[in-house]
């Protein structure tokens, strides 16, 4: 039996779902992606919501670094400019949630479009560590203004769901009653991990698109060789440029997704340079270039740190460590034996899974 | 005949140096449509800088670059390859993460008019230019017989074939120059005939101007229309292969001033 069928046509070879086993596994993961709320517990329910984050911050990571070639460490300031955005639009205007979360992207994009110009002239290094900037600098601008932003005390994030204010909802929005719909009582946990689902699946099918189409085949050049891109009619300033900008939106949205699931935000933590570093983990233990690699590293590592606690609680030395200790330990081992043994990531594993069980039952 | 024409592309006192070196001095050089230039001269004697100058890597400190009646001598590097100026590396530049077929569709690049989010959103628009564009990279794959490793990462592909790819790579772009650097050095006997054959066929059937460096020497004379001769940045000789070949100037930078023949 053929496991693919023929392909006859240039559109089927660009299909997303080529043959029966990639339709079955998304059918399978999508009923385990919908069942989760349901079945999983408030801790873990939270869980998902924030891998959920975690994954349009990775996938927007990814188009930068993993595409463009563009290392950034400031991440974390791009997101916190989504959040502050989101958080200033809820808290001070009282503007909905669904048109706060674009605001917090463009906001993040306006910013990313103007770091973009620095590196049409630095590279590697030298680009890291002005986007490193971008934190303290974001940092500042965000503790300048403490009548709209908090300054250090933090702010919270209402989530309203219309522009008037509704009769008796509390201070943080009408979005966090629960609701009950055809006999089902969805609490604002399952509502958020709905909506961030429905973002996320968004911005891969995004991120997707632009790895398979000419955007981004002129990003890769750009990473791979822009004097050899520029030969080919690449414009390398404005693949560059774009890519600031796309990572930079997303990132922003990444950053209001996280405020609004957390309801209150403060600087630093979490937009620090730790958060940048978690960020390039997890397209790093993924596999860099593709949006796999991207989901694959946001689900593993936000999975991580509850997973290793569970795990390691009965064991004899490590028991004495404090949890946080225990996930820095296994999360540190797991990014060098990712560096060492496996330099494709979560990705490459998952080709040698596939190469197995295409050419079984032979071993090459 | 072809000298009648006006030229494809003309170099007019091309001027280039870097710091001390002078690495092209006043070169004038003009390349009728239709034809395939061969440029030889020793190593260092400016070829690649010459090729550099007119793809735009380089830009000279004076003279003229016109092509197609426009000097372009301005323009960056990337209109010039959008204008119909396509080039193949001498150290080949093929992006070895992606497959065969990426490559070529990066070459396909300027044919591209869908807007950045037409692509995010994969709209209509943006998939029947992505299949047009690998209609036109199947018809280039197919011409030099690429099609078994197709969608096989360039990296794990043996260097004769990576000639052939980054050859396709520039033909994709539907270019009405072509500058051909070294195709075929490091390759053996068999693959240079085929190489050779490939550049034939580009002229005859295809129709696109050539320029060639090579230091094959009995694959430029068998191939060329006419020959250039580079020396120190100098042009020292213009002219048809059998002109060359009895060319006392070229024979000296060749040969030194021995009796022997090219």
């Not at chain 1, 290094?125 to 986007?131: D, G, S």
Request: net charge negative; charged share 15%; aromatic share 8%.
């Amino acid at each position: 039996m053929p496991t693919r069928p023929l392909v006859t046509s240039y559109k089927d070879d660009s299909r997303l779902f080529a043959d029966i086993w990639h339709k079955i596994a998304w059918t399978l993961a999508l009923v385990v992606l919908v069942a989760w709320p349901f079945m999983a517990s408030a801790r873990w329910l939270t869980i998902g919501t924030q891998t959920l984050v975690a994954v349009v911050g990775a996938v927007s990571l990814m188009i930068l670094t993993g595409f463009a070639g563009q290392i950034s460490l400031g991440h974390a300031a791009f997101m916190a400019i989504g959040a502050y955005t989101v958080a200033v639009a809820g808290h001070v205007l009282h503007l909905p949630f669904w048109l706060g979360i674009p605001m917090g992207g463009f906001a993040a994009a306006i910013v990313g479009l103007a770091v973009g110009p620095f590196a049409l002239r630095l590279r590697g290094l030298y680009l890291a560590l002005v986007t490193l900037g971008l934190i303290p600098i974001v940092a500042h601008i965000l503790l300048s203004f403490p009548e709209l932003t908090g300054g250090v005390s933090g702010i919270s994030v209402p989530m309203h769901t219309g522009f008037s204010a509704v009769e008796g909802a509390s201070s943080l929005g009408d979005m966090t009653a629960a609701w009950h719909v055809a006999g089902l009582e969805l609490s604002f946990q399952t509502k958020l991990y709905f909506l961030y689902l429905g973002i996320a699946t968004a911005v891969c099918l995004a991120g997707v698109n632009i790895s398979r189409s000419n955007t981004g085949r002129a990003m890769m050049a750009v990473r791979d060789s822009d004097l050899a891109a520029e030969a080919l009619g690449v414009n390398p300033a404005k693949a560059k440029i774009m890519a600031f900008g796309i990572s930079s939106f997303f990132a922003g949205v990444a950053g209001a997704m996280y405020a609004f699931e957390q309801q209150y935000i403060t600087i630093e933590p979490p937009f620090d340079l730790h958060m940048s570093v978690h960020y390039i983990s997890m397209i790093v233990i993924g596999g860099v270039g593709t949006i796999f690699g991207a989901v694959a590293g946001a689900i593993t590592l936000v999975m991580l740190s509850p997973l290793v606690e569970t795990l390691t609680a009965g064991l004899p030395i490590l028991s004495d460590l404090t949890s946080a200790q225990r996930s820095t330990l296994v999360f540190s081992v797991a990014v060098c034996g990712f560096l060492i043994f496996e330099p494709l990531g979560l990705f490459g594993i998952y080709l040698r899974i596939k190469r197995y069980f295409l050419t079984w039952p032979f071993r090459y | 005949m072809v000298e009648l024409m006006t030229p494809l592309l003309q170099l007019q006192d091309v001027d280039l140096s870097f710091k001390g070196v002078r690495a092209l001095r006043e070169v004038s050089l003009a390349v009728n449509p239709g034809e395939l230039l061969a440029i030889i001269g020793p190593n260092g004697a400016g070829k690649t800088s010459l090729f550099n100058c007119i793809s735009g890597l380089y830009s000279p400190q004076s003279g003229a670059i016109i092509f197609e009646g426009q000097n372009i001598v301005k323009a960056p590097a990337h209109s010039r390859a959008t204008m119909g100026i396509a080039r193949m590396f001498q150290n080949l530049a093929l992006y070895e993460h992606l497959t065969v077929l990426d490559n070529m569709l990066v070459g396909c690049h300027h044919r591209y008019t869908s807007a950045w989010w037409a692509d995010m959103l994969w709209t209509e628009g943006a998939q029947k230019q992505e299949r047009e564009a690998r209609a036109l990279a199947e018809d280039i794959i197919d011409f030099l017989n690429l099609e078994g490793v197709r969608k096989t990462p360039v990296g794990v592909l043996p260097y004769g074939v990576l000639k052939r790819v980054e050859l396709g790579r520039a033909l994709c772009m539907e270019p009405k120059l072509l500058l051909l650097d070294e195709p075929a050095a490091g390759l053996n006997r068999e693959e240079t005939e085929d190489m050779a054959r490939y550049i034939l066929d580009i002229k005859e059937d295809r129709g696109i101007t050539q320029i060639l460096i090579e230091h094959d020497l009995h694959m430029v004379l068998d191939l060329a229309d006419r020959v250039a001769v580079l020396e120190f940045g100098n042009a020292i000789a213009v002219g048809t292969p059998d002109k060359i070949r009895n060319d006392p100037a070229v024979r000296a930078a060749y040969l030194g001033n021995s009796e022997d023949t090219i």
